[in-house]
């Protein structure tokens, strides 16, 4: 290609050299603008139900009654905060044991079987939809649930069940990563030494990898507070703070999920919604930062 | 408690726990697939959903999954190649890359359904697309770029250094290099990665609520001219989807039948799923064998 009225010419391969920088440099700016416009948007609409409709921080954040059509409405989130980290939270605390255990047993105990059997397993479970699990929630779990403890089985506990296997992936596969990153000569020393197997995971392996641990429980925390159509099929979406984990509660995505269609554009309690949104996006940083900072520590 | 009996009994929790993740598993699986295959029939797969009345199928639902996954790929490949190979060779190691980093890692935690909310925003009403099956494909979009870009990153990062340093040695330009040289040999991984991540794409709901809708227009499928309303080809109407399908019926459904609807909706997802695993395991294979030529 000559350069119109120029002498020289320019070398064919250097058009092609800037053909792929112009084009990689697009597609990345193309992913920076998305995120920049998502954090402005999501942004811009959650802080007007504070700016533009006068509502107060402590309203939303220490409200207990969720009353968006009644006469004064009232909009308190903390409910749906509170069922949020409870449900989160919990499911954390169950998966966190098991997945852990699981890396265990395909690094440290029966790698063999770990690879053939466990791994495969693991990674089916990453790849089923999230609303089969809330149709298997809905039809196992909460019966089951409704069967054995009073109330009708729809809950924090059932949420957190449903959850839990959810992220139950997440943690196993970081874990796993993280054992088998470990130098042999840390295991090969402590049994030098003449400890057992269990004395040397749980004295070196487990205390060394333990940043690199909580990483992949952070993220499987994170990963369940934003979970929607799952949590909203088995929480039962009652807007009130429960008294008992077998109680109907919300969460900030399922009250979204279920009221973001019902409300106008631009309304107070659209509004609302979108400081819910809001809440979501900077929990979604603030883990974030948790797990950068659980790296930083992992590196040392 | 010996040191004895406490290794012991440790590893006999492990094994329990490992034990027990394998039978939820089998469960699940097993719950699912008896509940569900049971109601998978020709006509099930292909009629049209009743609101009311018992007997609905999944046809068109079934169908906007699949049109959803091809609209969304083809958009996701070309965008998600170009800032995988900005990451793993263009961008200098520093500040800059530092963050751009911290952004990718950041959209990829972002929950879906603030994915759907942003695209309800920004693409429903302000672009003007509408509900519609375009809308859905661009928010998967953003939800998909993220994996798309760590996957072709890893995907260059294992091209031996050797082979990219030997073609640059030879005169050929950077962009050669990559396009001719390296990108074939990390193609395998990308294939793999792309197809495990068709499998997400084609499970998701929650992102798609809001911009893709929950509702179809009756369609014609002997119409194929897509820009008619009717017409199953037309980007731009509204779409539920399969996922979206199953969770609505869960929610509201009206059908007499709708938990047997439900579990036969599931089963074709889970089914669906498991294929693109087995696929991406089989292609990534098939691959690996043509581009290292081994036997």
């Known amino acids: 290609m000559a350069q119109s009225g120029g002498k020289k010419k320019v070398q064919p391969h250097i058009i092609e050299e800037w053909t792929g920088k112009i084009y990689t440099s697009l597609c990345i700016t193309f992913l920076i603008v998305t995120i920049f416009s998502m954090v402005f948007f999501v942004a811009s609409k959650g802080l007007s139900s504070f700016f533009v409709n006068g509502i107060s921080f402590g309203e939303i954040f220490g409200g207990t009654q969720w009353k968006p059509d009644g006469e004064p409405a009232l909009f308190g989130a903390l409910p749906f905060i509170i069922g949020s980290f409870s449900t989160s939270i919990l499911a954390a605390l169950i998966a966190a044991p098991l997945g852990i255990c699981a890396a265990l047993f395909m690094v440290e105990i029966m790698p063999k079987y770990g690879k053939k059997y466990l791994q495969p397993v693991i990674e089916l479970l990453a790849g089923i939809p999230s609303v089969v699990y809330g149709f298997v929630g809905l039809s196992v779990i909460v019966p089951f649930y409704r069967d054995i403890f009073p109330g009708q089985g729809l809950g924090i506990v059932a949420g957190a069940t449903v959850l839990s296997i959810m992220i139950l992936p997440t943690i196993t596969s970081i874990a796993t990563d993280a054992l088998s990153a470990l130098p042999p000569g840390l295991k090969e020393g402590s049994y030098a030494l003449g400890a057992t197997r269990w004395q040397t995971l749980y004295r070196t392996v487990l205390p060394t990898t333990m940043p690199a641990l909580m990483t992949g429980v952070v993220l499987g925390m994170a990963r369940a507070f934003g979970e929607a159509l799952a949590v909203q099929m088995v929480i039962g979406n009652a807007p009130h703070i429960p008294t008992s984990l077998f109680e109907s509660t919300s969460t900030l995505t399922s009250v979204i999920t279920l009221s973001m269609g019902n409300t106008v554009m631009g309304s107070i309690q659209n509004n609302v919604l979108w400081t819910l949104a809001l809440i979501l996006m900077a929990m979604t940083f603030i883990f974030v930062f948790t797990v950068r900072w659980l790296e930083r520590r992992a590196k040392r | 408690m010996s040191a004895k009996t406490a290794d012991k009994v440790a590893t ?223 980007p731009f109407r509204p779409a539920e989807t399969l996922a979206v399908h199953i969770w609505k019926i869960n929610s509201e459904g009206l059908a007499p039948d709708a938990p047997e609807i439900a579990a036969g909706a599931s089963a074709v997802l889970i089914l669906t799923v498991l294929i693109f695993n087995l696929l991406a395991r089989y292609i990534g294979r098939l691959m690996h064998k043509k581009f290292t030529a081994t036997k």
């Not at chain 2, 094994?15 to 006509?43: E, P, Q």
């Not at chain 2, 995988?84 to 520093?94: A, E, L």
């Not at chain 2, 009403?125 to 798309?148: E, R």
């Not at chain 2, 996957?151 to 050797?162: D, G, K, N």
Request: proline share 6%; no cysteine.
């Open chain 2, 12 to 234: 006999a929790v492990i094994i329990t726990f490992a034990g027990v993740i394998v039978l939820i598993m089998a469960g699940l699986l097993g719950f699912i697939l008896f509940r569900g295959v049971g109601h998978i029939s020709w006509d099930f797969l292909t009629s049209a959903p009743q609101t009311i009345k018992a007997g609905g199928g999944i046809g068109p639902q079934l169908f906007n999954s699949l049109f959803l996954l091809v609209l969304t790929m083809i958009i996701t490949i070309p965008l998600g190649l170009g800032a995988g190979i900005y990451m793993s060779q263009y961008s200098k190691p520093g500040k800059v890359t530092n963050f751009i980093r911290l952004i990718v890692e950041v959209l990829s935690s972002f929950p879906s359904i603030v994915v759907g909310l942003f695209g309800l925003l920004v693409i429903v009403n302000i672009f003007g697309f509408g509900f519609s099956l375009f809308s859905g494909a661009l928010a998967l979009t953003v939800f998909n770029l993220p994996l798309m870009v760590r996957i072709t990153e890893q995907a260059m990062a294992s091209v031996p250094l050797a082979q990219k340093e030997a073609s640059l040695a030879l005169g050929l330009s950077k962009w050669k290099t990559i396009k001719s040289i390296m990108l074939p040999i990390a193609l395998p991984i990308i294939i793999t990665g792309t197809i495990l991540s068709a499998g997400r794409v084609f499970g998701e709901a929650a992102a798609l609520l809001f911009t893709a809708g929950m509702s179809s227009p009756r369609l014609d499928f002997g119409n194929w001219n897509p820009l008619s309303p009717t017409s199953p080809l037309n």
